[in-house]
């Protein structure tokens, strides 16, 4: 390579490590809570968790509503082709009835005893209502935690651009001086074509990071609802430890995870369900009051004004036989309550697997911080001394490459390390239930 090509690889290298440099539009640049409240306002999942709220307190209403008076309204008109009459033979004739006939009533109906059945759904609605209230909490901490994650990812991929990009810099200009001392006769032909190898070798994957990058780009527009257009992340990864300790984790998640009180709920919701069934052994009565009016009656059928009458009472229904079907679906409902509180027990368990795997995670990527930093620190120092043997003579082409390499690796690794530190963090935040829900107005159980 001519000594004016270090320059133009200069050049190559400021523009392909530009984030978004197409069409001369500025990348428009976010920070991750920006991304967070972004997704918070525009996820499906979040959206649709509120649906479901809101028809959960529908049918908390519902459910209240068969223990109030049903009041109804009637009315009913019918015409008839002819009026029935009866001949007496000398002339005289009595209608029955009249070609129109009305009619209209108010009735009232008020349940007294259901056996239970009404308590039961109003019960069932409430903890129904609790259970899709804390969906939206779930919803809200998995968006957080995926949205976190993705930036991360992110900026990891940034970050291994930038460090093969300086790899590839480094090989370039360490080959540019390699066929200065080649045109010199100090280097032979061989430590040339090593050189321009390695910096070629490099060059793919450099590429290869470029794509990760785009891929991770895309991956948070996704999750994050980001407008079309050039974008790009206002920060860069940084290493925050958490002071957590695994039991406080634990006992923290049994009382606030939103999927374990949700077990919980929805085993509750079985056992009303069981004791509505039950009900259905029980007697059921009803008052009922009813106030109509006809423009003809029984004793007066032909009669032009109407006629306005009340009645009132009370009816008892109790089936205390029907083949065995309430029995059947007694224990139906008796095993599902039995599932559903196995379930719960059993998603406890491996709720604190998640938790434990994801402490451990944080732990090891805690530990890889520590020991990556200095690692990066000595593996540039080791460059540096590289460099300047191979200038002095004392050392050979291939021992720079594996110091550059060895320095590119240790940095990949640390900031890996530093991702993966807080991407376990996330899931320890979402798994624990730490923090306040990430919801600006959500509605109290």
């Keep these: 390579m001519r000594p004016g090509g270090a320059a133009l690889v200069c050049v190559m290298l400021l523009c392909l490590t530009t984030p978004f440099p197409s069409s001369g539009d500025e990348a428009h640049l976010y920070t991750t809570d920006q991304c967070v409240r972004r997704a918070l306002e525009y996820a499906v999942p979040l959206a649709n968790a509120h649906r479901d709220l809101e028809a959960a307190n529908a049918r908390i209403v519902g459910a209240r509503s068969e223990a109030f008076p049903q009041l109804a309204l009637k009315a009913d008109y019918t015409r008839f082709d002819e009026v029935a009459s009866f001949d007496f033979g000398d002339g005289r004739q009595v209608s029955f009835g009249q070609l129109n006939n009305y009619s209209?009533?108010?009735?009232?109906?008020?349940?007294?005893?259901?056996?239970?059945?009404?308590?039961?759904?109003?019960r069932a609605?409430?903890?129904y209502r609790r259970y899709a209230a804390l969906s939206v909490e779930r919803a809200a901490r998995e968006t957080r935690r995926d949205v976190v994650v993705a930036c991360a990812d992110l900026l990891l991929a940034r970050k291994a651009v930038e460090v093969f990009a300086r790899s590839v810099e480094h090989l370039e200009q360490f080959a540019t001086r390699e066929q200065a001392r080649f045109e010199a006769q100090t280097a032979s032909e061989f430590d040339l074509l090593s050189a321009r190898v390695r910096a070629?070798?490099?060059?793919?994957?450099?590429?290869?990071?470029?794509?990760?990058?785009?891929?991770?780009?895309?991956?948070l527009r996704t999750l994050a609802h980001l407008?079309?257009?050039?974008?790009?992340?206002?920060?860069?990864?940084?290493?925050?430890?958490?002071?957590?300790s695994l039991d406080e984790l634990l006992t923290h998640a049994v009382t606030r995870r939103p999927e374990l009180i949700q077990m919980d709920l929805l085993a509750g919701l079985r056992e009303q369900e069981l004791q509505s069934v039950r009900s259905e052994q029980q007697p059921t009565a009803n008052a009922f009051f009813?106030?109509?009016?006809?423009?003809?009656?029984?004793?007066?059928?032909?009669?032009?004004?109407?006629?306005?009458?009340?009645?009132?009472?009370?009816?008892?229904?109790?089936?205390?036989?029907d083949g065995g079907q309430r029995a059947s679906r007694i224990t139906e409902k008796r095993l599902e309550a039995a599932k559903a509180r196995a379930l719960a027990e059993d998603f406890r368990r491996a709720v604190t697997m998640e938790i434990r795997q994801a402490y451990l995670d944080m732990v090891?990527?805690?530990?890889?911080?520590?020991?990556?930093?200095?690692?990066?620190?000595?593996?540039?120092?080791?460059?540096?001394?590289?460099?300047?043997?191979?200038?002095?003579?004392?050392?050979?082409?291939?021992?720079?490459a594996e110091a550059n390499l060895?320095?590119?690796?240790?940095?990949?690794?640390?900031?890996?390390?530093?991702?993966?530190?807080?991407?376990?963090?996330?899931?320890?935040?979402?798994a624990a239930a730490l923090g306040d829900p990430p919801l600006e107005h959500m509605e109290a159980d």
């Design 227 to 244: 407008p079309p257009g050039p974008f790009d992340l206002a920060e860069d990864l940084s290493y925050a430890p958490a002071d957590w």
């Design 200 to 219: 070629a070798n490099e060059k793919p994957k450099w590429i290869e990071a470029r794509n990760r990058l785009e891929l991770a780009r895309e991956r």
């Design 406 to 430: 060895a320095l590119r690796t240790a940095q990949l690794a640390l900031q890996t390390a530093v991702r993966d530190h807080l991407a376990a963090v996330e899931r320890l935040r979402c």
């Design 104 to 122: 209209a009533g108010l009735e009232v109906t008020q349940l007294l005893y259901s056996g239970g059945r009404i308590g039961a759904g109003i």
């Design 290 to 321: 009813s106030y109509t009016g006809a423009n003809s009656s029984q004793n007066n059928p032909a009669q032009s004004e109407w006629d306005w009458r009340w009645t009132a009472g009370a009816t008892v229904r109790w089936t205390f036989f």
């Design 364 to 400: 090891h990527a805690r530990e890889s911080v520590a020991g990556g930093e200095e690692i990066v620190v000595l593996a540039q120092r080791s460059l540096s001394i590289a460099e300047t043997r191979h200038q002095q003579g004392l050392a050979t082409a291939l021992e720079y």
């Design 125 to 127: 609605a409430g903890l």
